[in-house]
Protein backbone atom coordinates (compact mmCIF):
# COMPACT_ATOMS: atom_id res chain seq x y z
CA UNK A 1 0.00 0.00 0.00
CA UNK A 2 1.25 3.35 -0.74
CA UNK A 3 1.66 5.68 1.89
CA UNK A 4 -1.26 8.21 0.12
CA UNK A 5 -3.55 5.47 -1.00
CA UNK A 6 -6.88 6.44 0.04
CA UNK A 7 -6.15 10.35 -0.22
CA UNK A 8 -8.27 12.07 -3.24
CA UNK A 9 -7.15 15.38 -4.70
CA UNK A 10 -8.77 17.40 -7.26
CA UNK A 11 -7.27 20.40 -8.60
CA UNK A 12 -7.77 23.27 -10.63
CA UNK A 13 -3.62 23.47 -12.09
CA UNK A 14 -1.81 24.46 -14.97
CA UNK A 15 1.80 25.32 -15.99
CA UNK A 16 4.10 24.19 -13.43
CA UNK A 17 3.68 25.12 -9.54
CA UNK A 18 0.31 23.34 -8.80
CA UNK A 19 1.06 20.20 -11.29
CA UNK A 20 4.29 19.58 -9.37
CA UNK A 21 3.03 19.50 -6.31
CA UNK A 22 -0.44 17.13 -7.13
CA UNK A 23 2.03 14.93 -9.25
CA UNK A 24 4.41 14.22 -5.92
CA UNK A 25 0.87 13.44 -4.38
CA UNK A 26 0.17 10.86 -7.58
CA UNK A 27 3.33 9.45 -6.93
CA UNK A 28 2.84 8.53 -2.96
CA UNK A 29 -0.50 6.86 -4.00
CA UNK A 30 -3.08 9.76 -4.06
CA UNK A 31 -5.69 9.87 -6.43
CA UNK A 32 -5.31 13.19 -8.32
CA UNK A 33 -8.19 14.32 -10.70
CA UNK A 34 -6.53 17.33 -13.06
CA UNK A 35 -9.43 19.50 -14.11
CA UNK A 36 -8.62 21.18 -17.41
CA UNK A 37 -10.17 23.22 -20.00
CA UNK A 38 -11.92 21.27 -22.75
CA UNK A 39 -10.30 23.40 -25.44
CA UNK A 40 -6.65 22.55 -25.00
CA UNK A 41 -6.58 21.88 -21.51
CA UNK A 42 -3.34 22.70 -19.44
CA UNK A 43 -1.14 25.24 -21.49
CA UNK A 44 1.80 23.62 -20.77
CA UNK A 45 0.46 20.41 -22.53
CA UNK A 46 1.95 23.34 -25.90
CA UNK A 47 4.92 24.40 -24.68
CA UNK A 48 6.53 21.98 -27.07
CA UNK A 49 6.65 18.50 -28.61
CA UNK A 50 10.02 17.47 -27.81
CA UNK A 51 8.84 13.80 -26.26
CA UNK A 52 6.89 12.29 -29.43
CA UNK A 53 5.15 14.95 -30.07
CA UNK A 54 4.05 15.91 -26.09
CA UNK A 55 5.14 18.77 -24.22
CA UNK A 56 8.18 18.04 -22.02
CA UNK A 57 6.93 19.67 -19.56
CA UNK A 58 3.63 17.95 -19.26
CA UNK A 59 4.94 15.02 -19.68
CA UNK A 60 7.32 15.59 -16.39
CA UNK A 61 4.61 16.76 -14.21
CA UNK A 62 1.42 14.89 -15.24
CA UNK A 63 2.19 11.25 -15.04
CA UNK A 64 -0.27 8.93 -12.45
CA UNK A 65 -2.95 11.88 -12.67
CA UNK A 66 -6.84 11.63 -14.12
CA UNK A 67 -8.11 14.57 -16.77
CA UNK A 68 -11.40 15.29 -16.44
CA UNK A 69 -11.89 18.11 -19.05
CA UNK A 70 -14.41 20.50 -17.72
CA UNK A 71 -15.19 24.48 -18.73
CA UNK A 72 -15.64 26.02 -15.31
CA UNK A 73 -17.56 29.04 -17.10
CA UNK A 74 -20.33 26.22 -17.97
CA UNK A 75 -23.96 26.60 -16.15
CA UNK A 76 -23.29 23.15 -14.42
CA UNK A 77 -20.07 22.83 -14.12
CA UNK A 78 -19.75 24.60 -10.80
CA UNK A 79 -22.48 21.29 -9.19
CA UNK A 80 -19.53 18.99 -10.94
CA UNK A 81 -17.24 20.78 -9.23
CA UNK A 82 -18.73 20.81 -5.63
CA UNK A 83 -19.66 16.92 -5.65
CA UNK A 84 -16.38 16.72 -6.82
CA UNK A 85 -14.65 18.38 -3.92
CA UNK A 86 -17.01 17.10 -1.37
CA UNK A 87 -15.85 14.13 -1.86
CA UNK A 88 -11.80 14.63 -1.73
CA UNK A 89 -9.28 15.14 0.58
CA UNK A 90 -7.46 17.80 -0.52
CA UNK A 91 -8.19 20.88 -3.40
CA UNK A 92 -5.32 22.54 -4.86
CA UNK A 93 -5.48 25.54 -7.49
CA UNK A 94 -3.75 27.89 -9.04
CA UNK A 95 -6.12 30.47 -10.35
CA UNK A 96 -5.80 34.14 -10.58
CA UNK A 97 -6.42 36.06 -7.85
CA UNK A 98 -9.94 36.20 -6.90
CA UNK A 99 -11.20 33.96 -9.64
CA UNK A 100 -11.76 30.84 -7.49
CA UNK A 101 -14.41 32.94 -5.56
CA UNK A 102 -16.12 33.64 -8.46
CA UNK A 103 -16.58 30.15 -9.28
CA UNK A 104 -18.10 29.54 -5.69
CA UNK A 105 -15.11 27.64 -4.85
CA UNK A 106 -13.81 30.01 -1.40
CA UNK A 107 -11.17 28.14 0.60
CA UNK A 108 -14.11 29.26 3.85
CA UNK A 109 -17.29 28.45 1.94
CA UNK A 110 -15.13 24.91 1.07
CA UNK A 111 -14.10 23.76 4.56
CA UNK A 112 -17.20 25.17 5.80
CA UNK A 113 -19.10 22.28 4.32
CA UNK A 114 -16.50 19.70 4.54
CA UNK A 115 -14.40 20.68 7.72
CA UNK A 116 -11.99 17.74 6.99
CA UNK A 117 -10.79 19.03 3.67
CA UNK A 118 -7.40 20.98 3.36
CA UNK A 119 -7.19 23.70 0.82
CA UNK A 120 -3.94 25.15 -1.32
CA UNK A 121 -4.30 28.36 -2.71
CA UNK A 122 -0.38 28.74 -4.70
CA UNK A 123 -0.44 32.17 -6.22
CA UNK A 124 2.34 34.25 -7.45
CA UNK A 125 2.80 36.94 -4.90
CA UNK A 126 0.56 36.13 -2.41
CA UNK A 127 -2.37 38.65 -1.17
CA UNK A 128 -2.89 41.02 0.24
CA UNK A 129 -0.13 43.32 -1.15
CA UNK A 130 0.52 45.81 -4.13
CA UNK A 131 1.58 42.75 -6.54
CA UNK A 132 -1.37 40.86 -5.35
CA UNK A 133 -2.85 40.72 -8.90
CA UNK A 134 0.54 41.05 -10.87
CA UNK A 135 1.31 38.14 -13.20
CA UNK A 136 3.90 36.33 -11.45
CA UNK A 137 5.89 33.84 -14.60
CA UNK A 138 9.15 32.30 -12.74
CA UNK A 139 11.81 34.45 -14.27
CA UNK A 140 9.69 37.12 -13.56
CA UNK A 141 9.68 36.13 -9.83
CA UNK A 142 13.37 35.33 -10.18
CA UNK A 143 14.01 38.79 -11.26
CA UNK A 144 11.47 40.22 -8.05
CA UNK A 145 13.59 38.43 -5.76
CA UNK A 146 16.52 39.64 -6.67
CA UNK A 147 17.95 35.77 -8.04
CA UNK A 148 18.86 36.98 -11.45
CA UNK A 149 20.80 39.79 -9.74
CA UNK A 150 23.18 37.30 -8.27
CA UNK A 151 23.29 35.04 -11.27
CA UNK A 152 25.39 34.83 -14.15
CA UNK A 153 28.32 36.42 -15.45
CA UNK A 154 29.66 39.59 -13.76
CA UNK A 155 28.99 41.25 -17.30
CA UNK A 156 25.79 39.10 -18.11
CA UNK A 157 22.71 38.97 -15.30
CA UNK A 158 20.63 35.41 -15.88
CA UNK A 159 17.80 33.29 -14.68
CA UNK A 160 18.29 30.15 -13.48
CA UNK A 161 17.71 27.82 -15.83
CA UNK A 162 15.44 25.83 -14.94
CA UNK A 163 11.66 27.26 -13.35
CA UNK A 164 12.87 27.26 -10.02
CA UNK A 165 10.52 29.33 -8.42
CA UNK A 166 7.38 26.89 -9.24
CA UNK A 167 9.33 24.26 -8.39
CA UNK A 168 9.81 25.61 -4.80
CA UNK A 169 6.33 26.79 -4.82
CA UNK A 170 5.30 23.05 -5.37
CA UNK A 171 7.37 21.79 -3.33
CA UNK A 172 6.44 24.01 -0.32
CA UNK A 173 2.88 23.18 -1.40
CA UNK A 174 3.45 19.66 -1.55
CA UNK A 175 5.02 19.84 2.20
CA UNK A 176 2.41 21.53 3.29
CA UNK A 177 -0.46 19.56 2.16
CA UNK A 178 1.27 16.12 3.68
CA UNK A 179 1.74 19.11 7.25
CA UNK A 180 -1.93 19.61 7.21
CA UNK A 181 -3.06 15.55 6.12
CA UNK A 182 -0.97 14.61 9.32
CA UNK A 183 -2.21 17.16 11.68
CA UNK A 184 -6.15 16.13 10.18
CA UNK A 185 -4.99 12.70 11.53
CA UNK A 186 -4.80 14.18 15.05
CA UNK A 187 -7.76 16.63 14.91
CA UNK A 188 -9.97 15.98 12.06
CA UNK A 189 -10.17 19.27 10.88
CA UNK A 190 -8.19 20.02 7.53
CA UNK A 191 -6.97 23.33 7.07
CA UNK A 192 -6.45 26.70 4.48
CA UNK A 193 -2.88 26.65 2.53
CA UNK A 194 -1.46 29.71 0.52
CA UNK A 195 1.94 29.42 -1.03
CA UNK A 196 2.97 32.12 -3.47
CA UNK A 197 6.62 31.86 -6.15
CA UNK A 198 7.50 34.95 -4.25
CA UNK A 199 7.64 33.46 -0.55
CA UNK A 200 8.87 30.50 -1.76
CA UNK A 201 11.54 31.67 -3.47
CA UNK A 202 12.06 34.49 -0.87
CA UNK A 203 13.14 31.64 1.44
CA UNK A 204 15.54 29.94 -0.66
CA UNK A 205 17.37 33.86 -1.30
CA UNK A 206 18.16 33.65 2.81
CA UNK A 207 21.87 33.32 2.50
CA UNK A 208 22.27 35.87 0.39
CA UNK A 209 19.77 38.34 1.98
CA UNK A 210 21.39 37.73 5.45
CA UNK A 211 24.73 38.18 3.32
CA UNK A 212 23.36 41.34 2.10
CA UNK A 213 21.72 42.67 4.98
CA UNK A 214 24.68 42.58 7.09
CA UNK A 215 27.36 43.18 5.13
CA UNK A 216 26.24 46.09 3.54
CA UNK A 217 27.52 44.31 0.18
CA UNK A 218 25.41 42.01 -2.12
CA UNK A 219 27.42 38.66 -3.25
CA UNK A 220 29.22 39.17 -6.56
CA UNK A 221 27.67 37.75 -9.48
CA UNK A 222 30.88 35.24 -10.61
CA UNK A 223 28.98 33.11 -13.43
CA UNK A 224 29.77 29.05 -12.47
CA UNK A 225 32.24 30.30 -9.66
CA UNK A 226 30.74 30.38 -5.95
CA UNK A 227 30.56 34.39 -4.32
CA UNK A 228 31.92 33.62 -1.32
CA UNK A 229 33.99 30.40 -1.25
CA UNK A 230 37.45 29.84 -3.00
CA UNK A 231 38.33 27.62 -5.02
CA UNK A 232 34.58 26.72 -5.93
CA UNK A 233 34.76 27.24 -9.61
CA UNK A 234 35.46 25.66 -13.14
CA UNK A 235 38.48 24.83 -14.39
CA UNK A 236 39.88 23.30 -18.15
CA UNK A 237 42.68 20.41 -18.43
CA UNK A 238 45.01 20.15 -20.89
CA UNK A 239 42.64 17.88 -23.26
CA UNK A 240 39.93 20.47 -22.67
CA UNK A 241 37.76 18.67 -20.04
CA UNK A 242 36.14 20.58 -17.59
CA UNK A 243 36.10 20.50 -14.20
CA UNK A 244 34.32 21.84 -10.98
CA UNK A 245 36.25 22.11 -7.85
CA UNK A 246 34.44 22.60 -4.55
CA UNK A 247 37.23 23.03 -1.78
CA UNK A 248 34.89 23.80 1.80
CA UNK A 249 37.05 23.47 4.68
CA UNK A 250 40.99 23.21 5.78
CA UNK A 251 41.40 19.81 5.52
CA UNK A 252 40.38 20.04 1.89
CA UNK A 253 42.31 23.31 1.19
CA UNK A 254 46.12 21.39 2.33
CA UNK A 255 45.06 18.36 0.96
CA UNK A 256 44.56 19.74 -2.55
CA UNK A 257 48.10 22.12 -2.44
CA UNK A 258 49.59 18.95 -1.53
CA UNK A 259 48.23 16.43 -3.69
CA UNK A 260 46.88 17.26 -6.53
CA UNK A 261 48.70 21.02 -6.70
CA UNK A 262 51.76 19.45 -5.74
CA UNK A 263 52.34 22.70 -3.71
CA UNK A 264 51.95 22.04 -0.07
CA UNK A 265 53.73 25.44 1.39
CA UNK A 266 50.90 27.04 -1.10
CA UNK A 267 48.42 26.45 1.99
CA UNK A 268 49.93 28.17 4.31
CA UNK A 269 50.26 31.55 1.84
CA UNK A 270 49.05 34.66 3.17
CA UNK A 271 46.58 35.06 0.46
CA UNK A 272 45.03 31.65 0.74
CA UNK A 273 45.65 30.20 4.10
CA UNK A 274 42.27 31.17 4.79
CA UNK A 275 38.57 30.46 3.31
CA UNK A 276 38.24 34.71 3.24
CA UNK A 277 41.49 35.39 2.27
CA UNK A 278 41.16 32.85 -1.10
CA UNK A 279 37.66 35.16 -1.82
CA UNK A 280 39.71 37.89 -1.61
CA UNK A 281 42.46 36.63 -3.55
CA UNK A 282 40.21 35.00 -6.07
CA UNK A 283 42.04 35.55 -9.33
CA UNK A 284 45.65 35.15 -8.14
CA UNK A 285 44.41 31.79 -7.09
CA UNK A 286 42.24 30.86 -10.18
CA UNK A 287 45.46 31.83 -12.35
CA UNK A 288 47.68 29.74 -10.03
CA UNK A 289 45.63 26.18 -10.37
CA UNK A 290 44.87 27.05 -13.89
CA UNK A 291 48.46 27.19 -14.68
CA UNK A 292 48.96 23.52 -13.03
CA UNK A 293 45.92 22.16 -15.03
CA UNK A 294 46.96 23.61 -18.33
CA UNK A 295 49.52 21.09 -18.55
CA UNK A 296 47.62 18.11 -17.08
CA UNK A 297 45.57 15.92 -19.09
CA UNK A 298 42.02 15.36 -17.51
CA UNK A 299 42.75 11.82 -16.08
CA UNK A 300 45.87 12.91 -14.12
CA UNK A 301 44.05 15.65 -12.72
CA UNK A 302 40.94 13.49 -11.74
CA UNK A 303 43.31 10.70 -10.16
CA UNK A 304 45.05 13.52 -8.41
CA UNK A 305 41.66 14.64 -6.56
CA UNK A 306 40.51 10.93 -5.79
CA UNK A 307 43.69 10.66 -4.32
CA UNK A 308 43.18 13.48 -2.09
CA UNK A 309 39.94 13.15 -1.62
CA UNK A 310 38.98 16.61 -2.46
CA UNK A 311 35.27 17.48 -4.29
CA UNK A 312 34.69 18.02 -7.57
CA UNK A 313 32.75 17.29 -10.35
CA UNK A 314 32.41 17.05 -14.09
CA UNK A 315 30.55 19.51 -16.11
CA UNK A 316 27.97 17.06 -17.82
CA UNK A 317 25.47 17.88 -20.37
CA UNK A 318 21.94 17.39 -19.94
CA UNK A 319 22.71 14.39 -22.19
CA UNK A 320 25.13 12.86 -20.15
CA UNK A 321 22.93 13.24 -17.26
CA UNK A 322 20.16 11.41 -18.47
CA UNK A 323 23.14 8.32 -19.39
CA UNK A 324 24.45 9.02 -15.84
CA UNK A 325 26.14 5.71 -14.58
CA UNK A 326 24.49 6.70 -11.22
CA UNK A 327 21.23 6.70 -12.28
CA UNK A 328 21.99 3.07 -13.81
CA UNK A 329 23.27 1.74 -11.19
CA UNK A 330 21.12 2.83 -8.77
CA UNK A 331 17.95 1.63 -10.61
CA UNK A 332 16.50 5.21 -11.00
CA UNK A 333 13.84 4.26 -14.66
CA UNK A 334 11.11 3.60 -14.81
CA UNK A 335 8.46 2.85 -17.86
CA UNK A 336 4.95 5.04 -17.73
CA UNK A 337 2.66 5.18 -20.70
CA UNK A 338 1.48 8.19 -22.44
CA UNK A 339 -0.85 9.00 -25.58
CA UNK A 340 2.62 8.99 -27.43
CA UNK A 341 3.34 5.45 -26.27
CA UNK A 342 5.37 4.21 -24.06
CA UNK A 343 8.25 7.32 -22.25
CA UNK A 344 11.30 6.64 -19.51
CA UNK A 345 10.56 8.48 -16.31
CA UNK A 346 12.67 9.03 -13.49
CA UNK A 347 11.39 7.80 -10.28
CA UNK A 348 10.91 10.33 -6.98
CA UNK A 349 14.00 11.19 -5.21
CA UNK A 350 12.60 10.49 -2.16
CA UNK A 351 12.65 6.02 -1.81
CA UNK A 352 10.40 4.74 1.20
CA UNK A 353 11.16 0.82 2.13
CA UNK A 354 8.18 -1.12 1.11
CA UNK A 355 5.94 1.47 -1.47
CA UNK A 356 6.65 1.89 -4.46
CA UNK A 357 5.88 4.95 -6.71
CA UNK A 358 2.50 5.11 -8.75
CA UNK A 359 4.89 5.81 -11.59
CA UNK A 360 1.22 5.80 -13.82
CA UNK A 361 0.28 6.87 -17.40
CA UNK A 362 0.58 10.35 -18.52
CA UNK A 363 -3.19 11.47 -19.45
CA UNK A 364 -4.51 12.37 -22.70
CA UNK A 365 -7.03 15.91 -22.06
CA UNK A 366 -10.05 14.09 -20.66
CA UNK A 367 -9.45 10.98 -20.62
CA UNK A 368 -11.13 10.45 -17.62
CA UNK A 369 -14.20 12.64 -17.90
CA UNK A 370 -16.97 9.97 -18.38
CA UNK A 371 -15.60 7.80 -15.79
CA UNK A 372 -15.15 10.58 -13.07
CA UNK A 373 -18.91 12.09 -13.61
CA UNK A 374 -20.94 8.74 -13.88
CA UNK A 375 -19.09 7.90 -10.46
CA UNK A 376 -20.65 11.55 -9.53
CA UNK A 377 -23.68 10.42 -10.33
CA UNK A 378 -24.41 12.17 -13.86
CA UNK A 379 -26.23 9.83 -16.00
CA UNK A 380 -25.17 8.95 -19.63
CA UNK A 381 -27.44 11.45 -21.38
CA UNK A 382 -26.51 14.56 -19.01
CA UNK A 383 -22.90 13.50 -19.91
CA UNK A 384 -23.38 13.43 -23.60
CA UNK A 385 -25.76 16.54 -23.63
CA UNK A 386 -22.31 18.33 -21.83
CA UNK A 387 -20.11 17.06 -24.74
CA UNK A 388 -22.22 18.13 -27.39
CA UNK A 389 -22.21 21.60 -25.28
CA UNK A 390 -18.47 21.31 -25.28
CA UNK A 391 -18.89 21.76 -21.30
CA UNK A 392 -16.66 18.68 -21.09
Known amino acids: MRPLEGITVVSIEQAVAAPFATRQLADAGARVIKIERPDGGDFARGYDTAVNGLSSYFVWLNRSKESLALDL????????????????????????PGAIDRLGAAPADLRARNPRLVTCAISGYGAPGPYAGKKAYDMLVQAEVGLVSITGSSETPSRVGISVADIAAGMY????????????????????????????????MG????YTAY???????CGAAHATIAPYELFTSADGAEI???????????RFCEVVLEQPALAADPRFASNAVRVRHRHELHALIAGVFDGLAAAAILARLESADVAYARRNSVAEFVAHPQL???????????????LRALIPPVRMSGADPAMGAVPSL???????????????????SWRKEQMI
Open 73 to 96: KHRSARDVLARLIAQADVFVHNLA
Open 328 to 342: LERDCWRTVDSPAGP
Open 173 to 204: AYSGILTALFARAGSGRGAALEVSLFDALGEW
Open 366 to 384: GEHSDRILAELGFDPATIA
Open 244 to 254: FLGIQNAREWR
Open 215 to 221: SGTEPAR
Open 207 to 210: APAY
